[in-house]
């Protein structure tokens, strides 16, 4: 007796197995009661493993083929910004910038950069900054960052 109930009986060089109107045909002595039609032959057993693996593939590709055809993207210019250091945390590995042409200030991600690029940041110099800004945030993800020059006041200070 098989798994489940289903009994396979070997008839000559042809394997068969027992449907479950033939499981059911059992009596109280467990006989089996086999007719013709209760037999399925392992042929129709793999012909529906291979029709399931057909219909599944078949799905997946109309799947793939539906992800594939999304527009492509155009590729944006890198954005380059100068201006002022305010903060660098490096906890974070963010860093807070006043543009040199006098909007507020914006916040840099510099997790792609090797910190030894920003460690003598104290703040007040002067930096160019190259990267994108992340979707949908308003913040800029550097891929190089420049120290042009320590910042210096156009005025001097008063004592």
């Given at each position: 007796m098989a798994r489940g109930g289903a009994v396979a009986l070997r008839g000559g060089t042809r394997h068969t197995r027992l449907s479950r109107s033939a499981?059911?045909?059992?009596?109280s002595s467990r006989q089996?009661?086999?007719?013709p039609e209760s037999v399925e032959t392992m042929g129709d057993v793999y012909r529906r493993r291979v029709w399931r693996v057909v219909l599944?593939?078949?799905f997946l590709a109309i799947l793939a083929s539906?992800?594939?055809?999304?527009p492509?993207?155009?590729?944006?210019?890198?954005?380059?910004?100068?201006?002022r250091v305010l903060w660098v945390d490096f906890g974070s590995q963010t860093m807070a910038l006043a543009p040199a042409n006098g909007t507020p200030a914006i916040t840099i991600d510099l997790r792609r950069l090797p910190q030894s690029e920003y460690t003598g940041f104290r703040?007040?110099?002067?930096?160019r900054?190259?990267?994108?800004i992340l979707r949908p945030s308003r913040r800029v993800q550097a891929f190089e960052?420049?120290?042009?020059?320590p910042w210096y006041p156009m005025e001097p200070q008063s004592p």
């Amino acid at each position: 007796m098989a798994r489940g109930g289903a009994v396979a009986l070997r008839g000559g060089t042809r394997h068969t197995r027992l449907s479950r109107s033939a499981q059911e045909g059992y009596n109280s002595s467990r006989q089996v009661v086999v007719t013709p039609e209760s037999v399925e032959t392992m042929g129709d057993v793999y012909r529906r493993r291979v029709w399931r693996v057909v219909l599944v593939g078949l799905f997946l590709a109309i799947l793939a083929s539906e992800a594939s055809s999304q527009p492509r993207t155009v590729p944006e210019p890198p954005l380059v910004i100068d201006g002022r250091v305010l903060w660098v945390d490096f906890g974070s590995q963010t860093m807070a910038l006043a543009p040199a042409n006098g909007t507020p200030a914006i916040t840099i991600d510099l997790r792609r950069l090797p910190q030894s690029e920003y460690t003598g940041f104290r703040g007040n110099e002067y930096v160019r900054v190259v990267g994108y800004i992340l979707r949908p945030s308003r913040r800029v993800q550097a891929f190089e960052l420049y120290l042009v020059t320590p910042w210096y006041p156009m005025e001097p200070q008063s004592p």
